[in-house]
C-alpha cells in the first residue's frame, strides 16, 4: 500500500516560505560573494552557507522534532536506522544552491531546491528559481504546480523526437562512462542539453520543457524536490535499471512517458 503522509498546508507554507528566503538571500549575495572549491571544480559560496541556515532556521523553528539533511551541513546525519523507522518524523532535504557554478558566472540556471521525505517516500517538493521567480512545487497525490497554475509533462513517447537534459559529475574525466551516455544519447535523440541545475532540470521535465533528464553522479539533495514535482505531473522516474527511483541512490532517468523511458534506459545501458 502506498505510504503517504497526512499533509496539512502549513508544511508546503513552510517549505515555499524558507525557499522564498534562500532565493532572497542568494540574490542579494551576487557580485560580493567569496568562492572555495569543496573538491576539484565544485564550489561552494558564503551565499550557498548563508541560504541553507535561513531555510534550516525557517524548517526546524515551525517542525523542531524534524530531521534536516542539507548540502553544506548535516548530510551525515541521517542514518540507515532513522530511515527504515516509520514512526520517525519527517526529515527536509534541502539544497540551498543547486547549480552553484552557473551561480558564480552569473548564469540564470540554479534554484534553491527543499522536500520533505517521510515513510519511506518523497512527500512534497519545492523549486524555486530566484532569477525567474517561477516555484515548482508539488504534494504527493496533489499533483504538480508552477505558481499557481497546474503542470503536466509533455506527452513525447520517441527518443528520436526528444529533447533532454543530463548532468555530469563535476570532476567528469574524458573516460567516463557518464560521457558514454552522453554521446550515446546525443546520437539518438533529437537533441541533449546540459544545464548546470538538477533541480530545474527536473521541473522542465515536469512543466514539457524538456522531454527527458537521467543523471548517475547527482546527490539526494540536488534532485529530492524536483522528483516529487516529476511524479506529480504524470512524468515517469526509474533506476537506471528501471526498477523503483530511490533518493538516497539517485542515479536515474526521469521522462514524460513510460515508453520514453523504456528507450532512453535501453539507449543509456
Request: proline share 4%; aromatic share 8%; net charge negative.
Amino acid at each position: 500500500m502506498e505510504q503517504r503522509l497526512d499533509m496539512n498546508d502549513n508544511y508546503l507554507k513552510v517549505a515555499r516560505l524558507a525557499a522564498a528566503a534562500g532565493a532572497e538571500i542568494l540574490l542579494s549575495y551576487q557580485g560580493r560573494f567569496s568562492v572555495r572549491e569543496k573538491a576539484p571544480r565544485d564550489l561552494v559560496t558564503e551565499a550557498d552557507v548563508a541560504a541553507q541556515q535561513a531555510i534550516q532556521k525557517i524548517l526546524l523553528s515551525n517542525f523542531p522534532d524534524h530531521g534536516f539533511v542539507g548540502e553544506e551541513e548535516g548530510h551525515d546525519q541521517v542514518s540507515a536506522e532513522m530511515l527504515a523507522d516509520p514512526n520517525h518524523p519527517p526529515i527536509w532535504i534541502v539544497d540551498p544552491l543547486d547549480g552553484t557554478v552557473n551561480y558564480v558566472h552569473q548564469l540564470q540556471s540554479f534554484a534553491v531546491s527543499i522536500a520533505m521525505y517521510h515513510r519511506g517516500e518523497l512527500q512534497l517538493g519545492v523549486v524555486h528559481d530566484p532569477v525567474t521567480k517561477e516555484i515548482f512545487w508539488a504534494q504527493r497525490g496533489g499533483g504538480a504546480f508552477l505558481n499557481d497554475c497546474p503542470i503536466q509533462c509533455s506527452q513525447s513517447d520517441r527518443l528520436d523526437q526528444a529533447l533532454l537534459a543530463c548532468s555530469f559529475s563535476a570532476g567528469v574525466r574524458h573516460d567516463s562512462g557518464e560521457l558514454d551516455r552522453f554521446a550515446a544519447a546525443l546520437d539518438q535523440a533529437q537533441a541533449v542539453r546540459r544545464l548546470g541545475s538538477a533541480a530545474l532540470n527536473l521541473c522542465y521535465v515536469a512543466a514539457g520543457r524538456l522531454d527527458g533528464y537521467w543523471a548517475t553522479c547527482v546527490k539526494p539533495w540536488d534532485v529530492a524536490a524536483g522528483a516529487v514535482i516529476v511524479s506529480e505531473a504524470q512524468g515517469e522516474i526509474l533506476s537506471l535499471a528501471g526498477e523503483k527511483f530511490d533518493i538516497w541512490d539517485p542515479r536515474f532517468v526521469a521522462t514524460a512517458t513510460k515508453s520514453l523511458n523504456d528507450q532512453l534506459r535501453r539507449c543509456l545501458a
